[in-house]
């Protein structure tokens, strides 16, 4: 064999072979696909006369499919194991790839093919998922600048590779800056409030950097507890001011891995790429693939939220005030203080803490619990497959078998924050759905997560939070590995409209609130007991605790990012901010310090697809807590129903409107009541309810 040959990138195995997998074949898998991809193009672009789907759409189909085959792995490695020449041989393909899309996006015989395909006598005669795929490429072709002159797609051209690398620069900055910063600490008095995990977990960082004591770093799992639980108020300013200034001019590391100029020339650089397709601005690029029709529709849904909530809000934010002042002496409140006091008050309303709950969800228990939810749903067989080939000894191979024992698809489970793993959670495509005759190819996922890491030699126990974050994304897999359609660019979630995308996956995060499920995924570590039901009453109680503070900071995220995309502002050094401030001053309740640079790091939108799009979480929560509210009307357990969302949104992946599949399912338009009943802004609802 030659060793293009033996490239694991290029294998046709069902699965990737990630023990194979080194940094030095990812550049000759690449070239080697896209000069194919190259010939492939130029023999398809000389062809003349009318096209049809076989002739055009399935050959680029194919080409484009063995592309991410070779590429997910790849990218995928760079998030959860990124070493240095990993990293260095993903930024040189990084370009190459970008120029073969924007080349195949702006080639203008294909684009007249697809416009033959899609004008032709043929296309009535074409499935549903093949017009689908073919109206998305016409679609796609425009907005990849196809119909500009010469001189514009070039210049489209260069600021299309230039987004791209700098929205990866922004990404390896937060990483670096997140990772740059330690606190070492060898006084346990400076310890006192943190949860014994938290204490394990900083004790065993610290004796992988050879180090007595403790060692706390920014990522989640060592962050969030200290802010929340840390009595000594000068860690948490130190650890908040490190935190919120990663990657910027401001803070411990000013000026390091600082993401100020990239923001500001990724900004330049879309507004741009809009403006030379026509559009006004980003915001308005930014809707053309989306379910919202305007951003007047955009801005009229956030400010509605905002009517609603900032007064509970506001009455939240007295409530803790209150609290503090009577109970602690405490008098002012610095931003540092507010998740440290909101846990104080919460534990004094119910009683309860996030920690008090872990010993209760052991990673095991959880995850059998959540398959069996799987099977009461929608029938579902989900089994660990045994001597999978992963990446870490850390993560396991699913599969999921339907009702009828037919394999629907595999996914990669990867729990636990470790080193040199980009943080948050999150699904990602392994490999997509597609048939070739009577071939079916099946899904398989990616679902990642930061979880606290085993330690001290136990299983791995989740916060209720944490559980909840697990069936989110399971939701999304579930997306990606139902779907019955056969052609991959409308299979999956491929196609859906992204402010449509979190459907499933915040739909299934409501069931980890149910009592049955509860008695399912619980088991105390050491007694078996499941959790108690009066504990899981306080849970229950405490879970709209602040929540209209916690939807205003959604709000403030969204509207700063969508009125940053759609508010031209000269460019000038301090834009940014101006707009943050903007927002703040009509939305917030809370204000944090001027040090605060909570954008420089807010990688959804300058590292990852979210640009103009963060909204996507309150719209998409609007369509899961309606259809949610169908399940509580017929039995949250009903099969009957958990198929009918199988068939009409699991099913279909990206082959019709997603507002069309939502009124298939509920049997009418979504209405925005059931969130503000679940998300506790409709008080007065929600003591209807409980009544
Ligand atoms: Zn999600």
Redesign the pocket.
Known sequence: MTAIEKNPLLSTGRLPAFSEIRPEHTEPALDYLLSEARTTVEVLSESKGEHHWDSLAKPLEDLDERLSRAWSPISHLHAVADTTQLREAYNTCLPKLSEHIVELTQNERLFEGYTSIANGAQFGTLSQAQQKSVQNAVRDFKLAGVELDAARKRRFKSVAARLSELSSKFTENVLDATQGWKKHITNPEELSGLPSSTRELARDIAKREGLDGWVFTLEAPCYVPVITYADDAALRYEMYEASTTRSSDQGPDAGHWDNSDVIDEILTLRHEKATLLGFNNFAEFSLATKMARNTDEVLTFLNNLVRRAKPVAESDLDELKQYVAEFHAVEHLDAWDIPYYSEKLREHCYQITQEELRPYFPIDRVLDGLFVVANHLFGLTIKRVPGADVWNPQVDLYSIHDADGELRGEFYLDLYARPHKRGGA??GECVARKRDGDEVQTPVAFVVCNFTPPVGGKPAQLTHDEVSTLF??FG?ALHHILTLVDYSSVAGINGVAWDA??LP??LMENWCWEPQTIALISSHQETGETLPAALFERALKARNFQAGMKMIRQLEFALFDFRLHLEELPRHDGRVQEILARVRRDVAVVHPPSFNRFAHSFSHIFGGGYAAGYYSYLWSEVLSCDAFSLFEETGVFERKTGLNFLRSVLEQGGTRDAMDLFIEFRGREPSIEALLRYSGINREANRERDA
Do not use: A, I, L
């Open positions: 999150w699904m989110h994304e999304h995308v979190e996956s915040q």
